[in-house]
């Protein structure tokens, strides 16, 4: 039984590839120890780096099917690398799950039938900010942003303005900001910023860029005269330690945060084994990654005791569609081929026992309420949505 995991291992994204190569390596070993899946067939792992560029993707993943036979491929953090590799497996028949890049526009403009997605897409963050704003910030008036200058930026940023002004017409957008992404100096923008004086600011960066444009905008006075909101900055908080303020609200791409749901057994076990193995604690991409083995696993269980035989690719992608999972934060659907996951956001505090800033004061929004139902498009569904 042959997978290959593809993710970022090095460069700026292996901030996500690293804790999800972590999580995969977790629960490979675990299956395997109980004898692989369905007590029959071990994992043979195959770890590969993303940062090779797009190209290079395409022809792994050709590689993968033509020469490695392998049975699955659970991969790509880039939603460049996403859209591109798409089509590629489709044609190819070749089982493919996108457990963590984030591209609203992966089903919105094709469908596939070896495609799956097993996480919600970046609506999450941008819708779940602007209904956290609707719902807990009643007295907010001004919102800026400010966001990485390429498709994941922008593309945040519309959905987000979008949503704020279906759910909050009488809010005001007083500036947007679009920065180079990795750069090294935001004082232009964080000037900008305070000359336009929002009550609140949303913000989709991730990575070096959460960290910079936080330390500067500390500095600079910023976070004095506005409150800051991250779609999914969960990702960066043990990494910044305590150079994170307190008070930051952030989002963490689906519910998950590693304090969150502690009575869940299954979120116990999850977090206890990696921090164990790993002396840190699981992020939001390892949560992605821990979904996507267990949608694939699940799968094989459900054919196999449908046909009563190991089951076949067909068998296991039939089994795929419309099935959910028992996660370690909650259950998780994926009702055709894209998963829904409600929006987990929570503010920032330094508590006993971290040395970096936790999330808490949670607040959870449905899963119904910040992701497009199937076969409608984002924008489209933002319109007409409750």
């Given at each position: 039984?042959?997978?290959?995991?593809?993710?970022?291992?090095?460069?700026?994204?292996?901030?996500?590839?690293?804790?999800?190569?972590?999580?995969?390596?977790?629960?490979?070993?675990?299956?395997?120890?109980?004898?692989?899946?369905?007590?029959?067939?071990?994992?043979?792992?195959?770890?590969?780096?993303?940062?090779?560029?797009?190209?290079?993707?395409?022809?792994?993943?050709?590689?993968?099917?033509?020469?490695?036979?392998?049975?699955?491929?659970?991969?790509?953090?880039?939603?460049?690398?996403?859209?591109?590799?798409?089509?590629?497996?489709?044609?190819?028949?070749?089982?493919?799950?996108?457990?963590?890049?984030?591209?609203?526009?992966?089903?919105?403009?094709?469908?596939?039938?070896?495609?799956?997605?097993?996480?919600?897409?970046?609506?999450?963050?941008?819708?779940?900010?602007?209904?956290?704003?609707?719902?807990?910030?009643?007295?907010?008036?001004r919102v800026a942003g400010i966001n990485?200058?390429?498709?994941?930026?922008?593309?945040?940023?519309?959905i987000f303005k979008a949503a704020l002004?279906?759910?909050?017409?009488?809010?005001?957008?007083?500036?947007?900001?679009?920065?180079?992404?990795?750069?090294?100096?935001?004082?232009?923008?964080?000037?900008?910023?305070?000359?336009?004086?929002?009550?609140?600011?949303?913000?989709?960066?991730?990575?070096g860029d959460t960290v910079t444009f936080?330390?500067?905008?500390?500095?600079?006075?910023?976070?004095?005269?506005?409150?800051?909101?991250?779609?999914?900055?969960?990702?960066?908080?043990?990494?910044?330690?305590?150079?994170?303020?307190?008070?930051?609200?952030?989002?963490?791409?689906?519910?998950?945060?590693?304090?969150?749901?502690?009575?869940?057994?299954?979120?116990?076990?999850?977090?206890?084994?990696?921090?164990?193995?790993?002396?840190?604690?699981?992020?939001?991409?390892?949560?992605?990654?821990?979904?996507?083995?267990?949608?694939?696993?699940?799968?094989?269980?459900?054919?196999?005791?449908?046909?009563?035989?190991?089951?076949?690719?067909?068998?296991?992608?039939?089994?795929?569609?419309?099935?959910?999972?028992?996660?370690?934060?909650?259950?998780?659907?994926?009702?055709?081929?894209?998963?829904?996951?409600?929006?987990?956001?929570?503010?920032?505090?330094?508590?006993?026992?971290?040395?970096?800033?936790?999330?808490?004061?949670?607040?959870?929004?449905?899963?119904?309420?910040?992701?497009?139902?199937?076969?409608?498009?984002?924008?489209?569904?933002?319109?007409?949505?409750?």
């Amino acid at each position: 039984m042959k997978i290959a995991f593809i993710t970022f291992t090095s460069g700026a994204a292996s901030i996500f590839g690293k804790p999800s190569v972590n999580a995969a390596k977790l629960l490979v070993e675990d299956i395997n120890k109980n004898g692989g899946i369905l007590g029959q067939r071990k994992i043979d792992a195959q770890y590969i780096d993303e940062a090779a560029g797009t190209d290079q993707m395409v022809s792994t993943v050709r590689r993968l099917k033509t020469k490695d036979d392998v049975d699955a491929i659970i991969g790509f953090v880039s939603s460049g690398d996403a859209l591109a590799v798409a089509p590629v497996v489709d044609e190819l028949e070749q089982l493919t799950l996108i457990y963590d890049a984030g591209t609203h526009q992966l089903f919105e403009e094709e469908s596939y039938e070896y495609v799956f997605r097993t996480s919600a897409h970046l609506s999450v963050g941008a819708i779940g900010a602007a209904r956290y704003i609707d719902q807990y910030m009643p007295d907010v008036e001004r919102v800026a942003g400010i966001n990485q200058d390429y498709s994941w930026g922008h593309d945040n940023m519309n959905i987000f303005k979008a949503a704020l002004k279906k759910l909050r017409p009488d809010i005001e957008i007083v500036a947007e900001r679009f920065p180079k992404l990795l750069a090294k100096d935001h004082t232009t923008h964080i000037s900008k910023l305070k000359d336009a004086e929002p009550d609140v600011i949303f913000s989709s960066f991730w990575g070096g860029d959460t960290v910079t444009f936080t330390k500067q905008a500390q500095s600079q006075g910023l976070l004095d005269q506005t409150q800051m909101i991250f779609g999914g900055a969960e990702h960066e908080l043990q990494d910044m330690g305590k150079d994170m303020p307190e008070d930051i609200i952030t989002g963490a791409r689906g519910p998950h945060a590693f304090n969150y749901a502690s009575a869940n057994p299954v979120q116990r076990k999850f977090v206890d084994a990696y921090h164990n193995e790993y002396d840190s604690y699981p992020i939001y991409p390892s949560y992605h990654m821990w979904q996507a083995i267990k949608f694939y696993v699940g799968a094989v269980e459900k054919a196999y005791n449908i046909t009563g035989s190991y089951p076949t690719q067909d068998q296991i992608v039939a089994a795929l569609e419309g099935s959910s999972i028992q996660g370690p934060t909650g259950s998780v659907a994926m009702p055709n081929h894209q998963a829904k996951e409600p929006a987990l956001f929570g503010r920032t505090t330094h508590k006993d026992g971290y040395d970096f800033a936790v999330m808490e004061n949670f607040k959870m929004i449905p899963a119904g309420l910040v992701n497009p139902p199937d076969g409608v498009k984002t924008m489209d569904w933002i319109e007409q949505m409750p």
